[in-house]
């Protein structure tokens, strides 16, 4: 994950770029987006998705990219957004690919959560192969000692009744 300063040089680094190279008309071309520093194919993918309403692949994130594993859309050798953007596109059909990225965003911030997903609000749980099958781990209780804290604050030994 990037941090707030990285972001912010990619941000300045971006724009010099596209000032110089381009003089400040963004590139509409993937190859030539993609070379750029700090932007990965789903930012990509987003962009000119709405900027030029072109799409040329869908943007997965990591809401996308939990999901589709959750639905079983992806091998379980799927293991990074990229992965999982490749694994979709081979199967979903091209006039969907606009669409999922705000569907399951949306549901994986709201309802398919990463930890303690909210499968009774769901309204494709019914279909989902893991819904109700995660939930809050815990590890079993350890049996605690009883202590006599009186008897260790006063100093003396008392029977225990």
Same mark, same amino acid.
């Given at each position: ?94 006039d ?25 609000e769901? /309204? #494709?749980?019914?279909i989902?192969?893991? $819904?109700?099958?995660? =939930?809050? *781990? &815990?590890?079993? %209780?350890? /049996? #605690? ?5 009186? $008897?260790?604050?006063? =100093?003396? *030994? &008392?029977?225990? %009744?």
């Amino acid at each position: 994950q990037m941090c707030i300063r990285d972001r912010a040089k990619y941000i300045k680094a971006v724009t010099d770029r596209i000032m110089v190279d381009h003089k400040g008309v963004v590139p509409s071309d993937y190859n030539t987006l993609v070379a750029m520093p700090g932007l990965g194919p789903k930012m990509i993918h987003l962009f000119m998705q709405c900027a030029d309403g072109v799409v040329t692949g869908i943007g997965v994130d990591t809401h996308v990219h939990r999901i589709a594993r959750r639905f079983n859309w992806t091998p379980p050798t799927t293991n990074t957004p990229e992965a999982t953007r490749v694994a979709l596109e081979a199967w979903l059909p091209k006039d969907k690919w606009a669409e999922i990225n705000e569907l399951l965003v949306g549901l994986g911030q709201t309802i398919c959560r990463p930890v303690n997903p909210n499968c009774g609000e769901c /309204a #494709v749980s019914n279909i989902c192969p893991n $819904a109700f099958k995660e =939930g809050p *781990k &815990r590890s079993p %209780k350890k /049996a #605690v000692p009883v202590v006599d804290i009186e $008897a260790i604050v006063l =100093g003396t *030994k &008392r029977a225990r %009744k």
